[in-house]
């Protein structure tokens, strides 16, 4: 089982987006796959209450409890944390994780209100003994806008992990997160690109299993 933990200290990053979209992927390749969704406004599990017939399912828990529930044969756990969560509150999350990621936004005001967590994440001791990995995702950029393409230079230099996708802004995860779908679940041509830019990160967390 790969239980991969999405956290950030920052609000409206795309933590969901994330949880919600690997979820898809994971569904649509035939794991079975859960999610646990500890933050209070629940946007992960109602996602995954959503999902229409046709679509392979995903399990939506609630809270960290959700984490004791899972189905003995379950493939794929993705945790959705809550905004600005502690080392201490994310501890008992982290010590189940296999691999945590953390969405961040192209902007300086973003960077900078990241960069203490990632400092606390750094100090983790199992993070710091490289057992636990930790990858950023450069998320809602605009990539041909100088504003995204400087962000995505400073994080790579300044950040103590690395960025191991680049997602760019599009209106298509608003539209199909209401539906309870994801971009996975369609082979158009025209999602096909947006699913290109997931590849890096799916590599990623393949080679963490």
């Known amino acids: 089982m790969l239980t991969v933990l999405v956290a950030s200290s920052k609000g409206g990053c795309g933590k969901s987006t994330l949880v919600t979209q690997l979820a898809s992927h994971f569904a649509q390749e035939g794991k079975r796959t859960a999610i646990v969704d500890t933050d209070r406004q629940g946007s992960s599990y109602r996602w995954a209450m959503l999902r229409p017939e046709g679509t392979p399912g995903v399990l939506g828990l609630e809270s960290r409890r959700g984490l004791h529930k899972l189905p003995p044969d ?26 945590v990621l953390v969405p961040v936004l192209p902007s300086s ?27 950023l995702v450069g998320n809602r950029l605009k990539p041909w806008t100088h504003a995204s393409q400087d962000a995505l230079v400073q994080l790579a230099e300044e950040a103590p992990f690395p960025v191991v996708a680049e997602l760019r802004d599009s209106q298509a995860y608003v539209l199909l997160t209401a539906l309870g779908k994801g971009i996975f679940d369609y082979h158009s041509e025209q999602v096909r690109s947006q699913q290109q830019d997931w590849l890096p990160l799916l590599r990623w967390l393949k080679r963490q299993h």
Do not use: M, Y
């Open 74 to 99: 379950t493939d794929r756990v993705l945790v959705d944390t809550p905004a600005g969560g502690s080392e201490r509150e994310l501890e008992p999350l982290l010590d189940q994780a296999n691999a």
């Open 109 to 135: 005001f973003d960077l900078h209100a990241t960069q203490a967590f990632l400092e606390q994440l750094a100090s983790v001791p199992r993070i710091k003994r490289g057992k636990l990995p930790v990858a």
